[in-house]
């Protein structure tokens, strides 16, 4: 029997009310990126100039994998449950599990890749990329 503090453990991150964990849905990869804006100036007879023009957002994606039969099924229907969460059109909190607070990240896109399928066209297996993108430190 799992206590509360197993839960608490086995969290990997949470947006809003959607926690990634190993009973929910588990991602294997997580890439963050940054980018810095260098605007190019021509100048006659010699080498472009740069101009540091400011800074993008920064984006995370996650990839992961869920199976029907793992933990008996428990991860079936967690990508639809991250669907409903982007069509909320909201800013979500996003929190480590170590309970460091990421600010506010919006999903930019869910792609599911369905390789594996059952009786009645069942998936069975779900390979997922989830794309967010940083909104602010606040919703303000």
């Not at 600010?103 to 066209?121: K, M, P, R």
Request: aromatic share 10%.
């Amino acid at each position: 029997m799992s206590s509360e503090t197993d839960n608490e453990q086995q969290v990997m991150m949470a947006l809003g009310d959607f926690i990634f964990s190993i009973s929910t849905l588990a991602y294997d990869q997580l890439t963050i990126t940054d980018e810095w804006r260098w605007a190019e100036q021509p100048r006659i007879g010699k080498n472009d100039a740069l101009q540091y023009t400011g800074r993008p957002n920064p984006t995370i994606s996650l990839n992961g994998k869920t199976h029907l039969y793992f933990l008996d099924g428990v991860q079936y229907g967690q990508l639809d449950k991250l669907r409903e969460r982007g069509s909320v059109l909201a800013p979500q909190q996003l929190v480590t599990g170590r309970g460091d607070v990421k600010g506010y990240w919006v999903i930019t896109n869910l792609t599911d890749n369905q390789t594996a399928f059952i009786s009645q066209g069942t998936v069975k297996v779900q390979n997922f990329t989830l794309t967010l993108k940083y909104y602010g430190d606040t919703l303000s």
